[in-house]
């Protein structure tokens, strides 16, 4: 019974050897261009824009009008490390991190 299992498993020349390490290769460029892929259309996308935000945070200054992540608009008042004071209203000022600024709108 032994002789039958060793022989079904495959032929044991060197021929099967060398091109079983060929196929192991194959296997993996799939991968390559699955990330390739991913690369191109998610993660370059995504570096850009947050670049293009950082970027936006740094040239904030007093007088901008902006545009909250939450909807919210208003007349940027003071700007400071990580806090932005914002004034919504006539008289009313309230305090935002600085990250949650979306956009500078162009009035």
């Known amino acids: ?7 079904m498993s495959g032929p044991a020349n060197g021929a099967a050897t060398a ?5 192991a290769f194959q296997q993996f460029i799939p991968l390559v261009f699955m990330f390739a892929i991913f690369y191109f259309l998610l993660i370059r996308p995504q570096q850009k824009k947050a670049k293009e935000h ?7 200054k007093k007088g ?12 940027v ?6 806090v932005v004071s914002l004034e919504i209203a006539t008289g ?3 305090k935002i ?10 009035d």
């Open 1 to 7: 019974m032994t002789g039958l299992a060793f022989a």
């Open 19 to 23: 091109s079983g390490g060929m196929a």
């Open 54 to 60: 950082k970027v936006l945070l740094d040239s904030l």
């Open 64 to 75: 901008d009008m902006v545009v909250t992540a939450g909807g919210v608009h208003g007349k």
């Open 77 to 82: 008042i003071s700007v400071e490390d990580s």
């Open 92 to 94: 009313v000022t309230v």
């Open 97 to 106: 991190n600085k990250p949650y600024i979306a956009a500078v709108k162009k």
